[in-house]
């Protein structure tokens, strides 16, 4: 486990995903890199019902899984203040979210997933994932990872230069925005700024840059106004226990 | 040609003689009963003159009877050296010239490597070394316990390094070195010798049960195999104190592997490494690939 990065992939006018995707593994196969099965990441959120009427967003939870943990179930709370609280769990975890749908309901319109090819090129892992949500297609992510870097500020400047190698795209000098530096809360109730690229990175790490991304995507169509509340009765919901690392991983939904 | 046979023959025979004449002029008399002895000595050379004088003549008699032969002797192929005596048609020149240069170059390599095996410095057997130096004490091999931790704490090391010495062998050390967030190394030391070296990943376990287990990431078994040829280009029996800081300074320099690009080309990455190597006097980082060119 190392550093992990999460670049959007621009999209260029009138050339389909799969088509760059295709591009994109040549590109790396010919660089040297060797084809390692494929990868996914789903999310599914959960909102807090029911939800409260002064005007301020409900409580989300955002259940992900990850194909490179695949004994694991990610979850974070979002508490629509902008804090967070993250949780790794045993994959169990997918049930006691059903017990509680008295509390927190799915909104099965959002769930959104990144699958694709996993190369490996030397320490690096390379994944290409196409983002689909609802079947539908949104956009290319790259996740680059350098297994053998546990802080981001060492390594950023080798896992810059690759990704601009084979990506084709500049890749601005900054640290991406998850590792920016950020004001936050010291126990004892002062503000402090914070340089997340030194930190020891974790799992979790990928995980919470996969939600942002998702989160961005999601707001791109919530601009066309085609999300509205989940409201009804919930169907049931029956989540595999045990992802499986490949393409089988994550989500399977049986409607009763 | 019987008479030449013969003739070649009582040759051959007064050659002996006079060989034997002359060996037993040199062997001399045994030195005991002078005169005795001498009289017998004279008496046997009188014996050899006398038989060489009579060979003499038989050779004399039969060279006189030999008559001029009719015809050439038959001698085989070496009957042609004497016909072709013009070098450019024996072609003989430019093989001579070949062997010559074969020769000279052979003579050439073979100086170069006896220079360069005499210099080496690879070589670790303290034997090799105390041969150059009058015997110094076996400092290096049998140390009380406590100089190494001294050693170690004497290296004025920096903030992000940190140390942990044990000794899973009896009297000799193993220190585990922790660079920053970057790497591990296992350091297993003969008294004060470096024995092995064993670098791995921050994130990998390295404890004192598994010293052997190679690392799991491409760029740290690079590393090691660096570290390796460091170890034996640092080695010195006969200051092994100073061998020991001079390492540990080198691997010190690899605090910065990751954030450093090639000092030749000035790339991070090449073949998915790092610049994994760094120079043993100046430290600065290079890729295996740029080092040599």
């Not at chain 2, 040609?1 to 037993?24: G, I, P, W, Y």
């Not at chain 2, 004497?154 to 140390?163: A, C, D, F, L, V």
């Not at chain 2, 296992?186 to 008294?191: D, L, S, T, Y």
């Not at chain 2, 010195?236 to 540990?248: E, F, G, H, I, Q």
Request: glycine share 6%; charged share 20%.
């Amino acid at each position: 486990m190392g550093v992990t990065v999460l670049q959007p992939y621009p999209m260029p006018e009138g050339k389909s995903g799969a088509h760059i995707i295709d591009y994109l593994g040549k590109r790396l196969l010919s660089l040297g890199a060797t084809h390692a099965g494929q990868f996914l990441v789903d999310c599914e959120t959960f909102i807090s019902t029911p939800q409260p009427h002064n005007g301020t967003p409900g409580r989300a939870v955002h259940v992900l899984h990850n194909s490179e943990y695949p004994a694991s179930t990610f979850s974070i709370i979002d508490s629509g203040t902008g804090k967070q609280v993250s949780l790794v769990a045993d994959s169990i975890f997918d049930l006691l979210m059903l017990k509680m749908t008295n509390t927190f309901t799915s909104k099965k319109q959002t769930k959104i997933e990144s699958r694709g090819a996993r190369f490996e090129y030397g320490d690096f892992v390379i994944k290409l994932g196409s983002v689909t949500m609802m079947e539908h297609f949104k956009g290319i992510l790259i996740e680059i990872e350098y297994k053998s870097c546990m802080i981001l500020a060492y390594c950023w400047e080798m896992i810059r230069e690759m990704l601009q190698g084979f990506l084709n795209i500049n890749v601005g000098k900054d640290f991406p925005t998850y590792f920016a530096t950020q004001t936050i809360m010291t126990a004892m109730g002062q503000q402090q700024l914070h340089a997340k690229h030194n930190d020891l990175y974790e799992p979790t790490d990928t995980v919470k840059q996969y939600l942002e991304q998702f989160t961005n995507y999601r707001k791109h169509v919530s601009m066309h106004g085609s999300l509205s509340g989940t409201s009804g009765i919930q169907q049931p919901v029956h989540m595999s226990s045990s992802p499986v690392m490949g393409a089988a991983g994550g989500l399977v939904l049986i409607r009763s | 040609m019987d008479k030449l046979n013969c003739t070649l023959t009582a040759v051959k025979n007064l050659r002996s003689n006079v060989r034997q004449c002359f060996e037993h002029l040199a062997d001399g008399t045994d030195g005991e009963g002078v005169e005795e002895s001498r009289n017998k000595f004279v008496h046997d050379f009188q014996e050899k003159f006398g038989a060489i004088n009579s060979q003499l003549r038989e050779v004399e008699q039969l060279i006189n009877g030999l008559q001029v032969p009719p015809t050439a002797y038959s001698l085989g192929n070496t009957a042609y050296l004497a016909q072709e005596t013009s070098q450019d048609r024996q072609a003989l020149y430019p093989q001579l010239v070949n062997s010559y240069k074969w020769i000279d170059k052979v003579h050439d390599h073979s100086f170069l490597a006896f220079n360069n095996l005499n210099q080496n410095t690879l070589r670790r057997s303290y034997n090799y070394c105390s041969q150059k130096r009058p015997r110094l004490p076996f400092s290096s091999f049998n140390n009380d316990p406590d100089h190494i931790d001294k050693l170690l704490s004497e290296i004025n090391t920096p903030p992000h390094t940190s140390y942990r010495v044990f000794r899973p062998f009896g009297s000799n050390a193993v220190a585990i070195v922790t660079i920053s967030n970057v790497l591990k190394a296992a350091i297993v030391f003969k008294g004060v010798l470096i024995e092995w070296v064993t670098v791995k990943g921050y994130d990998e376990p390295l404890e004192q049960d598994d010293l052997w287990a190679e690392s799991r990431y491409e760029v740290f078994r690079k590393v090691q195999e660096h570290a390796h040829s460091a170890m034996l280009h640092f080695f010195s029996p006969t200051l092994p104190d100073l061998a020991v800081k001079s390492y540990v300074t080198w691997l010190n320099s690899h605090i910065k592997l990751f954030l450093e690009p090639c000092k030749r080309c000035s790339k991070y990455i090449a073949n998915g490494l790092p610049p994994t190597w760094r120079d043993l006097r100046t430290l600065e980082p290079f890729h295996e690939e740029c080092r040599n060119c």
